[in-house]
Each structure stands twice: as C-alpha cells, then as structure tokens.
C-alpha cells in the first residue's frame, strides 16, 4: 500500500513539474514574446517530428511558419530563426565579435575535435588560426599543379566514357574528384578514388546513407555513444558501411600524425618542396603551431579535425558541381553564353586566380553554389550581447505578420537564418528556384554577392573557400571546353534540395547527374 502511495505521489509530482514547465515556456520564458507555434516553445519534440518522422523536413516546415508567424519565431524552447537577410550580419558577426556555436546542433556532427565543430569562440580562433596559413589563397595557388592533375585525370576518364559511348555519372566522378584534392592537398598520403569509379560510387553512397543519421545523432545522442562504448568486434558489425570509411580514414590520419612525430624525432627533413607554409602536410603546421596547447594536439582531436576536413572538403564542391553542370546541361542557352565568354581566352593555361575574373563564370559559380545551398541546417549562433531585431526592407510579403514592430533577444539566446531562407528570399532573388547567373552580373549582383552563404558568413566562414573556388574554375573551364554533354535519364529531382541533412539532399533513390559525352 505504501509502495503505491509513493507511486502515485511521484506521478502527481511529475505532472505537475509537468504543467509548471510547460506554463513557465509559455508566459515566463525569456523568449515567451517571440512568436511561433505553442507546440515548438513546449517541447523539442516538434523538432524531432520533423527532423526525424518527416525526415529532414524542419527547414521547410520553418518557412511555412513564417507566413503564418512572422520573420522571427521561436524554432524550440530556447531558439530563434529570423527569416530576414538585412539581419545577416548582426547574426554571423565577425570573428572580432564573440559568437559562439549552439552546442546542442553540433552533435550531429560527432567530431567535436573539428574546427568547424568548435562551439565556443575562443577556441574556435585558435583552431582556425592554426589552419589558416595552409587554406590561404597563396598555398592553394602554389598546390594548384595538384588540382590540375586531378582534372586531367577527370578528363581523361570522361574522354574513355565519350570512346565508348558509355553514360557518365557525373556526380560520382566529382565526388571522387574532391575528395583526391583535399586529401592530397592536406596530408602527405595520397589518395586516388578517381581511378575506380565503382569505389567512387559505392564511396558516395556510403557518405550519403551516414549522412542520414545526423539527426539522430542530435537528438538521441546516447544511440551513438552506447555504440561507441562497446568494443569494436561487438559494434563494428552494426556500424553503416559510411562509419566504416570514417574509421579508415581516421586509421590513415593516425599513421600519419604517428609518421610526422617519428619524423621529427628523427630530424629527419621531408624531400618534397614545402611551399610557402614550409609544411608537408596540414597536421605538420598544427603540430608545429606554438599558440595551441598540448590539448589541442591530442591525437583524437586531430584525427576529428581530419574527418571533418575532409567530409566537408569532399561534399561541398562536389554538390556546387552536381548543380552547376545540372543547371548548364539543362539549359543550352546558358551554356552557349559561357563557352562565349570562354572563347576568348588564350589557348595557353590559366590559373584560376585569372579565370575568377570572368564575370559570367563567376555568376555561373554563384549560381551554383546558391543553389547548392552549402550548409542546409540550422547553424545558430549566440551573441553575448542583447540584440534588437526590427524587420528590414528584404522581408518578404509572405512575412508581413509583424512588420515593422522590434523584438528583443535576450543574450545568450541561439539564433538562426538557414540557407533556404536567405537564398530563397524573393526580395534579394526573384524566381529563387531558378537558375539565372544574369543576377549576379553588374552593380545588383556585386551586391546581392553579401547575401551568398553558401560558405557561411562573418567570423566561421568556410576555411577552405579558396580551395573549393580553385577546384570549380578548373573543372568547369576544363569540362565545358573539351566535351560536349547532354543529360542521360537525368530530371530536375535528381538535384532539387527536398531533404534537409545537414546538406542538400535531392529526392530518396536519386542516382546523382548522368550524361552522356563527346569530345569537341
């Protein structure tokens, strides 16, 4: 009887901790004046229904809400995202301003060693400064022979494609593609996918397929760390074929960190030429950098930074390249304008220092890479500082809720504008679905250039920016000057962003961007 009365008094009590927590979300909450559905400022549950239930759907279910709520609501309990990009900049401020990321999003990353995984500010400087000297403009120019190397050899396996008169599934190739240059951009191992396309493929689709458990990642964290607590022969049998390529990638990142200390305590010296960082490989530089501690060359942070550097070096350009050689391919004239512009280059060899100063190239880039979409989920940012949000001349009129009246945000508060939102805004880019680099020529389109956040913005800005324009100049150039391509059993849906992974996901069971070749 007594065991029962407990019972039912820890029911009644947690009912009404319950109720109590529910009433304090609503009325006396710091963010209780935002508005937004009820549901999303009770429970993340809303979140998780349309992370996990609908499937990577909360970023469009965001923008539904703002027609009905507004350009600022409240996406959970404790954050906020603003539909308005004239409030970009107070959001992703500079690396001056102390911004730190939202913890509870960077678990879906399960790399906390990595750089863009480092939610506080300070730490995050630190990282990056340590990365920078090796993702400059000056060390991709001087690596850029390694990049022209891998696009002859992504010619020539196109060229063997248009002998045979065989399809070409473009989007495995650009995979395989970037992933080689950022590995042998980064480390002294060298990797070769683009040799073998049906390890290109297969690759690719285990990238995907892991892609897919990001969410989970971030609301049942303890699914993944209840795995990773057992011991491998127990665990690895269950683990995706895309963990497992993580977990290589991560033993070859340990052999090298292992050979760049042995080296070291050797003396002996590398025979290959250094460049202007005077480093072999990305890891010599960070061991090497006097200002991060010994925490901070822990052998597992290193292998995370590696894992994220090369997941994010891999993906990025190869979906900006998915969607421009799409877009190209399925709309001629665009295509005629181009090869315009780059009849008139001298026969001799570019550098894509001198290709990025073509201005219908260049509106083709950003093009594609808007509509890549770079990052697709919520990357909130938190200020320190209370901030004032008034509705600015880009809210859309789907957004008139609320116009006008300000709000503020309390610090500490996380605050969000995905990339959905700000490349789709109707304002900045009229016809947003559409594929029109005409917007981005003349003075309008330099300055619709500060709203592109394909890369990020402000102070966590891509790393690797230079990089991935490096690789999509030369591909392009080199690719639209050598072949002539159409579409194979290829529709709009095999790139339209409908899922939300943390990047743009096209439709389940797409089979990327095929084609089919000639040489010219």
């Known amino acids: 009887m007594a065991l029962l009365q407990v019972a039912e008094t820890v029911v009644v009590l947690a009912i009404l901790l319950t109720v109590a927590g529910a009433i304090r979300r609503l009325y006396f909450h710091p963010l209780a004046h935002i508005p937004?559905?009820?549901?999303?400022?009770?429970?993340?549950?809303?979140?998780?229904?349309?992370?996990?239930?609908?499937?990577?759907?909360?970023?469009?279910?965001?923008?539904?809400?703002?027609?009905?709520?507004?350009?600022?609501?409240?996406?959970?309990?404790?954050?906020?995202?603003?539909n308005d990009v004239g409030f970009l900049d107070a959001i992703y401020a500079p690396s001056t301003t102390r911004r730190d990321k939202y913890e509870h999003q960077l678990k879906s990353l399960r790399v906390p060693g990595g750089v863009g995984a480092s939610a506080n500010h300070d730490v995050h400087r630190?990282?990056?400064?340590?990365?920078?000297?090796?993702?400059?403009?000056?060390?991709?120019?001087?690596?850029?022979?390694?990049?022209?190397?891998?696009?002859?050899?992504?010619?020539?396996?196109?060229?063997?494609?248009?002998?045979?008169?065989?399809?070409?599934n473009l989007s495995d190739l650009f995979f395989a593609f970037s992933n080689d240059v950022v590995t042998n951009?980064?480390?002294?191992?060298?990797?070769?996918?683009?040799?073998?396309?049906?390890?290109?493929?297969?690759?690719?689709?285990?990238?995907?397929?892991?892609?897919?458990?990001?969410?989970?990642?971030?609301?049942?964290?303890?699914?993944?760390?209840?795995?990773?607590?057992?011991?491998?022969?127990?665990?690895?049998?269950?683990?995706?074929?895309?963990?497992?390529?993580?977990?290589?990638?991560?033993?070859?990142?340990?052999?090298?960190?292992?050979?760049?200390?042995?080296?070291?305590?050797?003396?002996?010296?590398?025979?290959?030429?250094?460049?202007?960082?005077?480093?072999?490989?990305?890891?010599a530089s960070v061991l090497d950098n006097p200002s991060l501690p010994p925490s901070e060359k822990r052998l597992l942070r290193l292998e995370q930074e590696g894992a994220l550097l090369v997941l994010a070096g891999t993906e990025s350009p190869a979906h900006s390249l998915n969607i421009i050689f799409y877009h190209l391919l399925a709309n001629p004239a665009i295509l005629t304008k181009l090869r315009a512009e780059l009849s008139t280059l001298p026969q001799t060899p570019i550098s894509w220092t001198k290709l990025e100063q073509l201005p219908y190239l260049s509106a083709v880039f950003e093009e594609g890479n808007r509509l890549s979409f770079g990052v697709t989920a919520r990357t909130a940012r938190i200020a320190y500082e209370a901030l004032t949000y008034t509705p600015s001349p880009y809210v859309t009129s789907s957004s008139l809720f609320g116009r006008g009246k300000s709000y503020i945000i309390p610090p500490g508060t996380p605050i969000s504008t995905t990339t959905l939102s700000a490349h789709t805004n109707a304002v900045v880019f009229p016809d947003p679905f559409v594929f029109n680099p005409d917007r981005w020529l003349g003075d309008e389109g330099r300055e619709r250039r500060k709203f592109q956040m394909a890369f990020g913005k402000g102070g966590r800005k891509c790393l690797g920016i230079e990089l991935a324009r490096a690789e999509l100049f030369l591909v392009t150039v080199a690719l639209v000057g050598r072949f002539e391509m159409s579409l194979w059993e290829t529709g709009e849906s095999e790139v339209e962003f409908v899922r939300d992974f943390q990047v743009a996901l096209p439709r389940v069971g797409s089979k990327g961007v095929k084609v089919m070749a000639r040489e010219l």
């Open 185 to 283: 951009f980064l480390f002294a191992h060298q990797a070769n996918m683009l040799a073998d396309e049906e390890k290109a493929a297969e690759v690719r689709q285990n990238s995907s397929e892991l892609l897919l458990g990001i969410n989970i990642n971030k609301h049942f964290a303890w699914i993944p760390d209840f795995l990773e607590a057992l011991p491998l022969s127990i665990s690895k049998p269950m683990m995706p074929p895309g963990l497992l390529d993580m977990l290589a990638l991560f033993d070859r990142v340990r052999t090298e960190l292992i050979g760049i200390v042995n080296a070291k305590l050797s003396g002996r010296a590398s025979e290959k030429p250094l460049g202007p960082t005077g480093k072999e490989s990305v890891y």
């Open 36 to 82: 937004g559905p009820n549901l999303a400022a009770l429970t993340w549950w809303y979140e998780v229904y349309f992370d996990i239930i609908q499937p990577g759907q909360y970023v469009f279910k965001i923008q539904e809400l703002h027609k009905q709520y507004g350009p600022i609501i409240r996406v959970t309990p404790d954050e906020i995202h603003i």
């Open 126 to 168: 630190k990282r990056r400064d340590a990365l920078s000297p090796f993702f400059s403009k000056r060390n991709v120019v001087y690596l850029e022979p390694l990049i022209i190397k891998k696009v002859e050899q992504l010619c020539e396996v196109i060229s063997k494609h248009a002998i045979e008169e065989t399809p070409i």
